[in-house]
């Protein structure tokens, strides 16, 4: 037997090594899981981006995306919608999704970074 802070006392199981008492679920109890995965971008825009993805993604799931910049003063989050999946196969046989979302209420420093990115990219003017 073990006492609480209490008084209480909270039997044991035989074997069990754990230092705090546990408690025994009954029924059903929701919860959720958090997982963050670097995945690369293929392309963005103002309203989205294309990212690939090892792990499929359900059509129409809402996300949070981070995109990190260079310090990490610099990185955003967003909320996304999955608007399309394309399963990839590579050459060496291994499976990968393209994943297109959309940007849901970008706020206005996400749409200058993507601005600033886009611009970057672009080929100089030619004559200019």
Same mark, same amino acid.
């Given at each position: 037997m073990m006492s609480t802070s209490r008084g209480m006392s909270v039997r044991r199981k035989v074997g069990d090594r754990r230092t705090r008492a546990r408690f025994d679920i009954v029924g059903d109890l929701w919860g959720t899981v958090e997982a963050a995965v670097l995945l690369p971008l293929a392309n963005i825009g103002r309203g989205g981006a294309l990212i690939q993805s090892r792990v499929q993604l359900p059509p129409e799931s809402i996300h949070r995306l981070r995109i990190k910049g260079d310090y990490p003063q610099e990185d955003l989050s967003v909320a996304v919608r999955v608007r399309h999946v394309a399963r990839q196969v590579s050459d060496a046989g291994e499976l990968s999704?393209? /994943? !297109? &979302? $959309?940007? /849901? +209420? =970008? !706020?206005? $420093? +996400? +749409?200058? %970074? &993507?601005? %600033?990115? &886009? @611009? @970057? @990219?672009?080929? $100089? @003017? =030619?004559g200019a």
């Open positions: 999704y393209l /994943i !297109g &979302v $959309e940007f /849901i +209420l =970008a !706020g206005q $420093e +996400l +749409l200058d %970074r &993507v601005d %600033r990115w &886009v @611009a @970057a @990219a672009q080929p $100089e @003017a =030619a």
